[in-house]
Every structure is written in C-alpha cells, then in structure tokens.
C-alpha cells in the first residue's frame, strides 16, 4: 500500500474537518426532516429529502464561514473557502446520511436509532475524500 495514506496527522486532521462539516449538516438536515414529521404536509419523500440536503448544505456552509471568520479570514475568502473547498464533502455527506435514512425507515423519519447510524454514514462516507484533499493539496477547510 502506498505511503500516500498513512499520514497519521492528516487522517486527525481530516476527520477534525469532517467532524465540523457533519455537525453544519446535521443541523440543517435533521431540523429540516424534524419540521416536517411533525408538521401535517402534502409533500413527497423525496421532497422532503432535497429540502434537507438542501439545508444541510447551507447550514454546513454557514458554519464553515464563521468558523473560517474567527480564524481570521475575511467574509469573501471565508466564503470562497467553504463553498469550494467543502462542498463535494458537503454533498456526500448529505447522500450518505439521507440514504441511510430512507433505507432504515422507509422516509424521511428521525428516531432515536437511526441518528447516530446516519451521522456515522455521513462522516465516514466524505472522510477518505477530506484526507486525500489534504494529502495531495495541502488544503483543507479549517
């Protein structure tokens, strides 16, 4: 195997990233399939799924930037920063969490048991993704 993926400080590193984008996500994921379990809806799965990645993605995006904002970057960088550099992430990480959603209960559903189980889908799923990032480019978000 090559040496490529043994850097023991980038996979730390890595997985200190995808920990920062998986909790941006969540928050606009779950609070998004939230809201409409318990609000009355004539929406499809579907629907319901896009508009939570959709959130999802903005909130990771969010707080990316203001995370990139106290480490000192300037709101146009920070932004740049974490629309670039993060989205593919991003946007694995809410397929990841999604699907393992629709698979274990059939929708759009949160239940005490499947959280953790799609926030693990979602973290591991982009992770190998942010360490080959930073591995071959030296870059990562934060």
Known sequence: MSQFWKNKTNWIKSAHNTKWCLIGCAIG???????????????SVLTVMLLAMMNGLLTSI???TIILLRDGFDVKHALKTALGMSFISMLAMEIAMNTTDYILTGGAILTWWVIPIALLAGFLTPWPYNYWRLEKYKKSCH
């Open 29 to 43: 994921d779950f609070g998004t399939i939230a809201y409409f379990q318990f609000t009355s809806h004539e929406l």
């Open 62 to 64: 969010m707080l990316e």
